[in-house]
């Protein structure tokens, strides 16, 4: 067995690299998979090190339990188990349903992302879930759903972006944050609009320095241009949109000379970007978190969208729109149903037939089902309050780190009755847990992700997962049981957990009723939606595709069918193994949907919307006290909080420290040498980091990326701000000062 192989994907980004793993875990190695287009033979630094994180020395192998004196101790599952669910159910007896609440997140399967909406909805009857897709995806999703009718992130497949001739990234920096995917941008002129000269912005053929908080104002700006320029495609605007006349109304003020002077972008460089898009044969516009992590995110993409739409590039071969996703399965934990106002399909809970619809699925009446709650940092925000939850279990997430204004929100953490914890390692939020549980890993589990280009991928175990520790999703049935539910409610095997899901999401947006796990271990690409027939009856399978049910690579995993409430796939369960169903023989099953608006838009008429939206400053923009923009991202050897990629030596090797980039100008300015510790001040919290002096940012921004843990942490100079459609933090402005830390060498 140790020397079997396992074909499944990184455990980090929504790229979602192929890989394949071999030996066992002291020696487990990862190579990219040959064969798969996207990353086409490459891996980044922590795909290659992704093993470190199996092998990690503080692995949790035991659930744990705070005692009397305070300290958090080695308890038995049943222990553990039985305490959370009595606390829960005395929390919930004596203050209600909602004071239990769910924080989860866009690095889950999209088993487990179900799975978690389903036990918070039914087992915890709460209204009080969230995730950390909300911090993520949350002003692409709104701004996308409001002008296409449907939010699949690439709604073309990344190989698309191989043809293009022009393509401008708006706040991405993939050099660092996906490395594989410039290999598909070799053959574009990037246009690059970040306040940081990046190493993506190092290889653009032109770069838009703007100010921070400033890419509404820009990209009215560049709408501008494209109408007084007349380079407007108004064939296809008077084709394929609506509203082009009150979104131009919003921008015939933004010329050239004003977005200048608001954005620091000069007017040549602003025709230069306009014109180089409207000339090329095709073209991409492309949004990262730069530009939608604001307090006007979704307006910032809106805007950017209808730039795209103004040059006809939406729903044209070749050519489009997108945003880059972040997290494994940013893509599916958005339409799985652990958002507080979704339910599975990406569907809405507000929509009465789609509440019908999934209640039906899960066997209750439809007023059952509870919400929607509070958005993410409210939800935080609220914990422990007089009218807030009183308990939270997390799963997938750091928020102590990875939070805006962190301090409060560790605070607010603390103030909770309970805090349950599910995580392999002992993350900062895990050392704050009441109860932590310890569950299994990328490479000890089945399941699906659905990555940045929407296309459903499997995961597959390839080591059983350490004695001690149990999946995600047997934890969830095993408390959803305690809790009073029925077992067979809460499948803990991932296989029968998508055969529901294909159920839920049938009919929805994202509709994965036509995917199953023989289609896609048979070696299918499926990008939903991919609707089966419209009995809901099974199409896969048909045609002999489903041949290898069972007998697939993940029968690697090293006797794991040993233990039967592991909740990994035997992968040798026989003839029932998915094709429940009856496949229509003769039927062709749907193959799936790579490129989604090439016909229409899925709004009612099939027309794109151009969104009417005009620029506003950032919550807060420097003055006298705090003379600088602060902005927050990443470096290419950390991911998120850091929890995971802090526990790999090579990686720890590459980036072992927060550091605060500031332009040498500054840096003398402020008393700062290079090297130097400081202090990074806002309104709302000090961040202790090391100066990096580098011409690459703009004299008036500092950066500091926000992976590493305590005083070190980003996230303590961000404040409450929130995006009002779609309750994004303002994780990339703050209006800071930096001085020289006391005693820092
Ligand atoms: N190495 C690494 N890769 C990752 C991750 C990771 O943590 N580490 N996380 C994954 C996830 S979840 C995500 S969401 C993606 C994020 O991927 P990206 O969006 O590429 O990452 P960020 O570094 O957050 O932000 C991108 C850029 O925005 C710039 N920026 C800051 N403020 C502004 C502004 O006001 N306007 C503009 N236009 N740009 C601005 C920053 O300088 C930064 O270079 O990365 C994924 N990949
Ligand atoms: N200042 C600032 N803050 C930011 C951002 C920023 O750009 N600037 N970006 C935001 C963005 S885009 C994101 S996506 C968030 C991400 O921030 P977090 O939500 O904190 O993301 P991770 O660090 O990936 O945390 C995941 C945690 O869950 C664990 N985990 C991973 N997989 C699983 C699993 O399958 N099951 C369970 N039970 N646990 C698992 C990991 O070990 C880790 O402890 O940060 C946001 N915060
Ligand atoms: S780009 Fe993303 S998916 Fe690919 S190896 Fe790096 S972290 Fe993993
Ligand atoms: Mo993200």
């Known amino acids: 067995m140790e020397s079997a192989e396992s074909a499944t994907h990184c455990p980090y980004c929504a790229l979602q690299c192929a890989t394949v793993l071999s030996g066992r875990r002291a020696e487990l190695a990862v190579r990219p998979a040959p064969d798969f287009p996207v990353n086409a033979g490459g891996l980044c630094q922590k795909g290659w090190t992704a093993p470190g994180v199996l092998r990690a020395p503080d692995r949790l192998l035991t659930p744990l339990v705070r005692r009397p004196d305070g300290e958090l101790a080695p308890a038995g599952w049943e222990e553990a188990l039985d305490l959370v669910a009595g606390r829960l159910r005395e929390i919930r007896g004596r203050h209600g349903a909602d004071a239990v609440a769910v924080f989860g997140g866009g690095g889950l399967t999209n088993e487990k992302a179900y799975a978690l909406g389903k036990f918070a909805r039914l087992a915890l009857g709460t209204s009080q879930i969230d995730y950390n897709g909300r911090f993520c995806m949350s002003s692409a999703a709104a701004a996308a759903t409001a002008a296409f009718g449907l939010d699949r992130g690439l709604p073309f497949p990344v190989t698309d972006l191989d043809e293009s001739d022009v393509v401008l990234l708006a706040g991405a920096n993939p050099a660092e944050t996906m490395p594989p995917l410039l290999r598909h941008l070799r053959r574009a002129d990037l246009v690059v609009v970040d306040p940081r000269r990046t190493r ?70 602003q025709r230069a970007a306009v014109r180089m898009l409207a000339g090329a044969a095709r073209a991409h516009v492309l949004t990262g978190r730069g530009a939608e992590q604001h307090s006007k995110g979704a307006d910032t993409v809106a805007a950017f969208i209808n730039l795209a739409l103004a040059l006809g590039l939406p729903g044209r071969a070749g050519s489009g729109f997108g945003t880059l996703t972040g ?41 059952r089902l509870p919400g929607p709650g509070r958005s993410a940092y409210e939800l935080l925000d609220a914990l422990g309050t007089e009218s807030g939850p009183r308990a939270l279990l997390v799963f997938g997430s750091n928020p102590v780190v990875s939070a805006p204004r962190a301090a409060h929100v560790a ?31 990328w490479a000890e589990e089945e399941g699906t992700m659905t990555s940045l280009e929407g296309r459903v991928l499997r ?61 896609l271990d048979a070696g299918e690409a499926l990008h939903w939606p991919c609707p089966a ?114 526990r790999v030596p090579e990686l720890v090797a590459a980036a072992p420290e927060a550091v605060v980039e500031i332009h040498p100008d500054t840096a003398r300015r402020f008393g700062l040498a290079d090297g130097q510790l400081a202090e990074v001040t806002s309104a709302h919290g000090t961040v202790r980091a090391r100066v990096r002096a580098t011409r690459d940012v703009r004299a008036d921004t500092v950066f500091v990326p926000f992976h590493y843990p305590g005083a070190a942490r980003a996230n303590l100079f961000t404040g409450d701000a929130l995006d009002p459609r779609s309750r994004m933090p303002e994780f990339k402005v703050s209006a800071v000062r930096v001085t020289p830390a006391d005693g820092g060498p």
Request: hydrophobic share 35%; aromatic share 6%.
């Open 459 to 519: 995961r597959r175990a390839h080591l059983r997962p350490p004695p001690g520790v149990r999946t995600d999703l047997e934890v969830l049935r095993s408390l959803a049981v305690r809790l009073g539910q029925d077992a067979d409610r809460f499948p803990a095997r991932p296989r029968e957990v998508f055969e529901e899901l294909r159920r839920a999401t049938a009919g929805g947006v994202a509709d994965y009723s036509g995917i199953s796990y023989e289609r």
């Open 533 to 646: 027939g419209e009995d809901g009856a099974d199409d896969g399978g048909v045609d002999g595709r489903g041949a290898e049910a069972g007998s697939g690579p993940d029968t690697n995993a090293e006797d794991r069918a040993a233990s039967p409430d592991t909740g990994a796939e035997s992968g040798a369960d026989g003839p029932d193994a998915g094709a429940q169903g009856t496949g229509r023989r003769g039927r062709r099953p749907h193959p799936g949907t790579p490129r989604v608006f090439l016909d229409r838009f899925a709004h009612p008429d099939g027309r794109a919307r151009f969104a009417a939206v005009d620029h506003r400053p950032p919550a807060e923009v420097p003055d006298a006290a705090f003379p600088l923009y602060g902005t927050t991202g990443r470096v290419l050897a950390q991911y998120q909080s850091g929890a995971q990629t802090r």
């Open 411 to 441: 605070s607010r953490l603390s103030a909770l009755d309970l805090l349950v914890v599910a995580d392999f390692v002992p993350s900062e939020t895990a050392a704050l847990a009441d109860v932590v549980l310890p569950v299994a890993q």
């Open 327 to 367: 997290q494994g399965n940013g893509q599916g934990g958005r339409e799985m149903g652990q958002k507080a106002d979704q339910l599975p399909g990406y569907r809405s809970l507000t929509d009465p037939a789609a509440r019908a619809h999934v209640a039906r699925v899960w066997g209750v009446e439809a007023e």
């Open 200 to 269: 993506t912005a190092q290889q653009a053929a032109l770069h838009l320095q703007p100010a921070p908080g400033t890419d509404l104002a820009l990209a009215l700006g560049l709408l501008h241009l494209t109408v007084t320029e007349g380079l407007l495609d108004k064939e296809y605007v008077d084709a394929r949109t609506t509203g082009f006349d009150a979104a131009w109304e919003q921008c015939v003020a933004w010329w050239p000379e004003r977005v200048e002077q608001v954005t620091g972008v000069p007017v040549a460089d």
